[in-house]
Structures are given as structure tokens and as C-alpha cells.
């Protein structure tokens, strides 16, 4: 829905408003035309059901209004005595359209001053979570959305399991684009597994002014582009979701808009300079690690802190040198390593499939871990370690971005390539189309064409491009383990959610060893970890102590005030 057919909406709203309202107006005291001005009607409705102006401020923000309009239902009938029970389901079920027949069929007298004191308990009750609802959905979503790391794209900087806080106001808030939706949860209702919004109307994409714009190295939440999922975690090809409904990704950003990237042997270069992370940040690579005997003999020399990477250790084959380069490739193999008469591949989390098509076999002292660099160095020269080299995937393919022959990589050898920038324009070749149609096309709603060496946009053969958003290059610091703008490119500006701000706590053993969410009793507090910030320099520092003080300090504080307060 574009600007023109958003106000064609609003101003069909307001004709619907006026008729259903226009006698009750009137029975009030205004005037039956102050029903028809938008804004103004809104206004003069507070003062007839006795409500506060300011509400009208809440019937126009997206997702609070959709909470907002029934409470407007039941307040307005019950200022011309409905007060009964049917009478609130009514006006509740019909969507407000009980209210027409109010105003046409019924001979009402408007209750002027009416008490707005709840006439039972559970009314007391149901008028609290009511309101309760909207100020957390309103805090929900523009300011702070609480936020759980799923996977493992950015272990060891955060971790799964790790509870978050993230920070909706430092970019400056999204307004909601999906007009209709459940509160407070993303793209699924609990339970029962259904969509929790109905696609249309969609509003145009705006954004509340911020107080910072996005830096290189920062990490940051998205919506993420490529998400064709009905849920997360339940691959699903081909649901089609609104921009805000996408399942949210957090990853670093390691290119910002303008920016000239490049990856070599797994370090970014931005602009030709390598980029060099915040000292929190602890990227995590593969490494060939080599004992003199067989590797499993060797698990205790990894100590604790290494589990994951021991249990998703990836075991080496070897097969002739003359294998043909392409049989890797299209078994999606991983060359290790090679010599003047083997070469040394990894498979997907040892595919035995490819090991019998290759007729090779494993090498029993040989696999690939997953370390930080530190990590890695305290292993090397430790009794029975050959050596502890870092993996760099150099036989190039077409499973990363952009899909194309001409521009094959690998996840540690990429590009370089241009993040596009809004207002910038370039050369728009056969050559380059790869890198640019998914946003020409999908992002920026074009009709694109090749005839020839020629491209066509929207029917028209152009050779330059102007862009319309930003867009930002996003990473993961587990390198290897990251399904991140490698694999599906740029993130566009609109796609931006926010960045997290604290860990307010964290479990151990929140995911199996597939992947899928523990149950909770088996779920293990992270104590270093809980109310620590994400963000700044040094080790993060819990304030999980100094919390528990204040709360006791703050109980201790309340009993006495009240026990002197019952003894005056």
C-alpha cells in the first residue's frame, strides 16, 4: 500500500466513522458535521465518553491503535447507558458495528458526566490488563524489545541462550508496517502456530528520528531478508511475509553504505583497510587440528569450555590428488588441506555420503574445531598436538552471494564488491546485474531484464542505477558457522529492527545438539553473564549484584516507610 492508498483508507475509516456516530454526536450536544473532521471527530468523541485528549494520540500509532478502537467501542456505548455484559461483547464481535445500530435503532439518552469507575471487581481487573497491555505493547514497540539468541552466528561474543534487551530508539524506531496484528509477538501466536497479522493493509515504511546511525562494528538486529520460514528454526520454502514480520536476525555490521568490501583468507578489508573488531567481540574459525594418535583420544585436552566445538567437530577424509576438482564442489566439500599426493576435505558435519562416492576414508587424527584464536593457541604444544591450523576455504563456488558463475568465492575469500548507497549511482552492466538485481527487483520494486548485452529497467535499456535506500553488510563471528549477507547479500535500510544493549540473562544448555530448544528445567544460568552490557570496551562486567542490592535496599526501604506511615 503506497502513500495514496493509505490515505484513501484513512479517509474510508473516517466516512464510516461518521456514519455509525453522526446521531450520537448530536444527542451529546455537537454537532452532527464535528463527526466528519479526522483528528477533530477524535477529539470531540474523548470529551463526549469522558476520556482524556491525549488518547487521541494513541488511536493513530500502528499496533496500539488495533488495542486502542475496542476500548473506544465500549467506552462510547456505555456513555448512552449500554452497560450490560451482551452489549460489550456485541460492539466487541462486530468490529464497532453494533454502534450503528445504537445510532439508528435505539432511542438512547447520553449519561453526561458518567462515573469512570468500574462497576465491579473483575471490570477493575479487566480495565487494568487492558491498559497494562498497552503500555507494554507501546514500550514493545518503539522502544525496547526484549530479544533470545537462537544460534550460534555470533558464539563467542553472545552466546545461545543469551536474553537480551535491544534498543529500538538508538536507530530511531520502525513504525509498524503491518496494519493488523497480535501484540507484543512477532510472526507467530503461541499455541496454536498461526500467522499472528493479516497481510493487508500494509503501511508505508517510516522511521522515527534516532539519536545515532548505524557505525561499522556494531552489532545489530533485522528483519531478515531472504526469511521465506513460516516459523524460526522450521524451514518452510516459499511463505512470503511483510518486511516487519520477518524472523529477526542479529549479526555485526561490517559494511556500511558506500562502503568498498573485500574478504581475504576470513578478515574484512573496508575501504582497503582490515578491519579490526572491538576487543568484546571474539570471532570464532574452523581449525585443522592434528594428534599424533586418534583425535578422540585427545577430547580432554579441550577442556569444558570447548564442548560445543568438540561435539560439532567435523571429521577429515582424504582421497588421490588427481580427483577432479569439480567432484568436491558438487559434493559441497570443504579442501582442507593438500599435499603432492592426497588432498584433505571436510564434509558437511562428516558426510559419510561423500566419503563412499570418493572412495576415501577418514583421517583418525585429523578434524576441524571450532576456536577463537586464543583458544587455538593454548592448544598448540600440548602433549600430543601435531599442530592447530586455522581453516581457509579457498576452492570458490557458487553457494555464496551473488549466485552467479562469473563472481564465485567462498565464505573466507569474497569479492570486492560495492554496499550500495542511497542517491549513489553506478554503471549497470550484464556483468555487475548479479550483485544488484535481488534489490533493483525485490527491495526496490522494479521490473528487470537482460536483451542481450543490454538491461532493461521497467521496459527501458539503461546503463547506470540509482539506489533508493541504504544498505549494510551484515557478518556473523562465528565464521563458519554463520548464515549471514555472505549467503544472501545486502540488508536493506527498512530491514533495520535495532541494536542490543544488555544481557539481562543467560542459560547454558538452552539448545540440543540439533539445535532445537531444551526444554526449560534442563536450562543452566550463565551467573557471569546475567546483567552484563553488550556494548563497550573491556570484559563485560555483571551487574547482577549490585541489582540484588537495590532491590533489597529498595523492599527494605518500602516495609519501613509503611510500618511508619501505620504507626502515625
Known amino acids: 500500500m503506497d502513500a495514496t492508498q493509505w490515505i484513501t483508507f484513512i479517509l474510508i475509516v473516517q466516512v464510516i466513522h461518521f456514519l455509525g456516530t453522526w446521531k450520537l454526536y448530536v444527542k451529546a450536544g455537537r454537532k452532527a458535521w464535528e463527526a466528519a473532521i479526522p483528528v477533530y471527530n477524535a477529539i470531540v468523541l474523548m470529551q463526549i465518553i469522558n476520556r482524556p485528549k491525549w488518547w487521541v494520540i494513541l488511536l493513530f500509532i500502528p499496533i496500539i491503535n488495533l488495542l486502542m478502537f475496542p476500548v473506544i467501542w465500549v467506552e462510547t456505548i456505555r456513555s448512552f447507558g449500554k452497560h450490560s455484559l451482551l452489549d460489550t461483547w456485541l460492539v466487541i464481535l462486530t468490529l464497532g458495528f453494533y454502534i450503528y445500530y445504537v445510532n439508528y435503532m435505539l432511542d438512547v439518552k447520553y449519561v453526561e458526566g458518567r462515573s469512570l469507575e468500574p462497576r465491579s471487581v473483575a471490570g477493575e481487573w479487566v480495565s487494568s490488563i487492558v491498559f497494562a497491555i498497552v503500555a507494554a505493547t507501546l514500550v514493545h514497540t518503539y522502544f ?5 539468541i537462537p544460534t550460534g552466528s555470533l558464539e563467542r561474543t553472545l552466546r545461545i541462550g543469551d536474553l537480551l534487551f535491544v534498543s529500538k530508539f538508538h536507530y530511531g524506531a520502525r513504525t509498524p508496517m503491518t496494519a493488523i496484528a497480535a501484540p507484543m509477538v512477532h510472526d507467530t501466536l503461541p499455541l496454536v502456530g498461526l500467522p499472528s497479522y493479516v497481510r493487508k493493509p500494509q503501511i508505508p515504511y517510516f522511521r522515527l528520528p534516532g539519536f545515532k546511525d548505524i557505525k561499522r562494528k556494531e552489532i545489530v538486529v533485522f528483519s531478515w531478508p531472504a526469511d521465506t520460514v513460516r516459523q524460526f528454526h ?6 512470503k511475509k511483510p518486511i516487519d514480520k520477518k524472523s529477526n536476525y542479529v549479526k555485526r555490521c561490517v559494511g556500511l553504505p558506500g562502503d568498498s568490501l573485500q574478504i581475504i583468507d576470513g578478515f574484512v578489508y573496508a575501504n582497503g583497510k582490515q578491519l579490526e573488531l572491538p576487543d568484546r567481540a ?7 587440528v592434528t594428534v599424533d594418535k586418534n583425535i578422540n583420544n585427545y577430547f580432554r585436552i579441550f577442556g569444558r569450555e570447548n564442548l560445543r ?3 560439532s567437530q567435523v571429521p577429515i577424509a582424504v582421497m588421490q590428488q588427481e580427483r577432479p576438482k569439480q567432484i568436491i564442489n558438487a559434493l559441497q566439500l570443504n579442501e582442507v588441506k593438500r599435499d603432492s599426493s592426497y588432498v584433505y576435505f571436510a564434509g558437511q558435519i562428516g558426510d559419510q555420503r561423500a566419503i563412499e562416492i570418493l572412495k576415501s576414508k577418514t583421517v583418525p587424527n585429523m578434524a576441524l574445531f571450532n576456536l577463537v584464536a586464543a583458544e587455538a593457541k593454548s592448544f598448540v604444544g600440548k602433549s600430543g598436538v601435531v599442530s592447530v591450523e586455522r581453516f581457509n576455504e579457498k ?12 563472481h564465485a568465492g567462498t565464505v573466507d575469500n569474497f569479492g570486492p564488491f560495492y554496499v550500495p548507497k542511497k542517491g549513489a549511482t553506478i554503471p549497470l552492466t550484464v556483468s555487475n546485474l548479479s550483485w544488484y538485481k535481488k534489490i533493483i527487483k525485490d527491495y526496490e520494486h522494479n521490473t528487470l531484464g537482460v536483451k542481450g548485452n ?27 558457522s554463520s548464515e549471514d549477507s555472505r549467503m544472501w547479500g545486502y540488508v536493506p535500510e527498512n530491514h533495520i529492527v535495532g541494536t542490543p ?8 544448555n538452552f539448545v540440543d545438539a540439533n539445535g532445537q530448544m531444551n526444554k526449560f528445567w534442563k536450562w543452566r544460568p550463565r551467573w557471569d553473564r546475567i546483567f552484563t552490557t553488550v556494548n563497550g570496551a573491556g570484559q563485560p562486567v555483571s551487574y547482577f549484584k549490585y541489582f540484588l542490592i537495590a532491590l533489597a535496599a529498595w523492599f527494605g526501604f518500602d516495609y519501613f516507610r509503611k510500618r511508619k506511615k501505620g504507626k502515625s
Open 144 to 148: 525496547i524489545q526484549p530479544y533470545v
Open 454 to 480: 543490454q538491461v532493461l529497467l521497467n521496459g527501458k535499456v539503461v546503463d547506470s542505477y540509482t539506489f533508493q535506500q541504504d544498505y549494510y553488510w551484515m557478518m556473523g563471528d562465528n565464521r563458519h
Open 234 to 239: 522450521i524451514r518452510e520454502a516459499g511463505v
Open 282 to 288: 571474539r570471532p570464532m574459525y574452523n581449525h585443522v
Open 395 to 406: 576452492s570458490t563456488h557458487t553457494r555464496v552471494f551473488p549466485h552467479d558463475r562469473s
Open 309 to 311: 566445538a568438540m561435539v
Open 501 to 508: 544493549i544488555f544481557i539481562w540473562m543467560s542459560f547454558d
